[in-house]
């Protein structure tokens, strides 16, 4: 069984947002960029599931070098074998979906597993939309999964509960933070992915359907009024939310 | 130049949703703006108060109907959804940005071929077309967006869209009752967690940090937020440390939110627990420490210790409720 792990590379989350002098992106000097922190949860369950059914795991990127370094994080915790999908131009998620499907395809993989939203654009449908392209199932935001033959169990995170959601191969999912605890690389682990090479290729084109006009801050807030410093400001505090803002 | 709005409702156990309310006014709202035409569909198995829509200014609703279709399907509602819009000729669909909307939007982008935006937040028209602003890096920058398909969906952050009080109309609804659903991705449970509301969903959310010491003292949080009819929330520390469920968790590995009012107790403001909750309406901050960032973006706050704090404030509110 072929498993596929699709990740993204990111800004770190303690990134403090500048925009870029294109005034359409984010300004990258001195920003850290990372393996999407969804994606580690993808990894971690790429490889649980070779575990237990066999197989190899691939992971797949798109992007430029940069990107080889959250490739050489998942082949560090195990994954088999890398791919780098050469573009340096900035894709929407429907753009990118459709290298990845490609790819996908290339690879013959028949459970794909994606972090369930990148903590960039924040958009949360890479996965489904690749999936869509490549007629798969998918489940989204998954925090507990079943393979077993055939068929997948997976619950999902919606408002207020879980849902058990049942579907057949070939699957997406996409990982949602508890579906796991995602392992550390091995020192081993490390040594053996700086051997590996990185297949690289072009990403096949495709058109962006989202065009970016503009990128900004939001409207700073001004900092409110401090009421008091004990117990004594919360009549105020009250009366505040109800007089004033009008929220209680 | 649009022609047709859809925007697609969503019901749970047989009953439309807040969201539904505000997909529906949003998109009446920007029909008239573009000088379009607007209607709704609802799919489900026995849906109550389908009409009340027309309240919101949509005047026609498709009810797709099927037993089957009480729960969530994405094989089922992306088939019927698309083929509705091929049908009826709609351009521009809106989708609530809730667990549905984000897992079904993407499957009917692909099936239309349509350029989508997720979770958006504002739209204005300049030059005849639809511009959608929405946050990005959890809320720390925004873009504006427009979309160059023939197709655009969009979809609108929760809680968002205000959608006013209801006129009292009356929509039409016209019930079309679906021959074999493709159920090749089902629900076959759903799992409720018992009384609780969602932090994505509620108008006011009360949220705890390291400041609130231990697990055992979230019956503080807890409470307050039982007594304001308000979520529970829970900073990435707490999440972390396994006190509070990831559910809870509100940030950039959590959830946005945009409450009318959130409550912040033992917060100190981490930049990516301000990014998740900065749009909130009202900010209450109460924190020991009065340099934490939190008092930034607090539009009242408490430089005092949550456990004398927090009891005041219940007991004040109880009082209320009294009356």
Known sequence: MKIAVCVSHV???????????????????????????????????????????GGEVVVISLGTEANKESLRKA?????????????????????????LAEEIKNQGAEIVFFGKQSVDYDNSITGQLTAELLGYNYVSVVVDLKI???KVIAEREIEGGREVVETTLPVVITAQKG???????????????????????????????????????PAPKQPGKIIGSDASAVPELIRL??????VI | MANKILAVLEQRDGKLKKISFEVARAASDIAQKLNAGVEAVVIGNEVEGIENVGGYGVEKVTHYKHADLHNYSSSAYGDI?????????????????????????????VKLNAGIAMDCTAFEIEDGELIATRPVYA????????????????TLRPNVFNPGEPSGAKAEVEVKEVANPNLSVRVVELKKSEGKL???????????????????????????????????????????????PHSEQVGQTGKTVSPNLYIALGISGAIQHLAGMRSSKYIVAVNKDPDAPIFQVADYGITGDVFEVVPAMIEEIKKLKEG
């Open chain 1, 179 to 217: 579906l796991n605890e995602p392992r550390y690389a091995s020192l081993k682990g490390i040594m053996a992915a700086k051997r590996k090479t990185i297949e690289e290729k072009e990403a096949a084109p495709a058109d962006n359907y989202v065009e970016i006009i503009r990128m900004k801050k």
């Open chain 2, 81 to 109: 959804i698309a083929e509705h819009v091929n049908n009826s000729g709609n351009d521009i669909i809106f989708f609530g940005n809730t667990a549905m909307g984000k897992d079904l939007a993407p499957k009917v982008a």
């Open chain 1, 11 to 53: 800004p770190d989350t303690a990134t403090k947002v500048k925009i870029g002098s294109d005034g359409k992106s984010i300004d990258p000097s001195g920003v850290t960029y990372v393996v999407n922190p969804y994606d580690e949860f993808a990894i971690e369950e790429a490889l649980k599931t070779k575990e237990q059914l």
């Open chain 1, 75 to 99: 082949l560090a915790m195990g994954a088999d074998s890398a791919v780098l999908l050469k573009d340096d131009k900035q894709r929407d998620s429907f753009a990118v979906a459709k290298a």
């Open chain 2, 139 to 154: 809320g720390k920058a925004l873009i504006d967006v427009k979309l160059t398909s023939g197709k655009k969906i969009f």
């Open chain 1, 241 to 246: 939310l109800r007089e004033e803002a009008k």
């Open chain 2, 198 to 244: 969602d932090v994505a969903e509620a108008s006011i959310i009360v949220s705890g940090g390291r400041g609130m010491k231990g697990p055992e003292n979230f019956h503080l949080v807890e409470e307050l937020a039982d007594l304001l009819g308000a979520a529970v929330g829970a900073s990435r520390a707490v999440v972390d440390a396994g006190w509070r």
């Open chain 1, 148 to 150: 077993d033959g055939n």
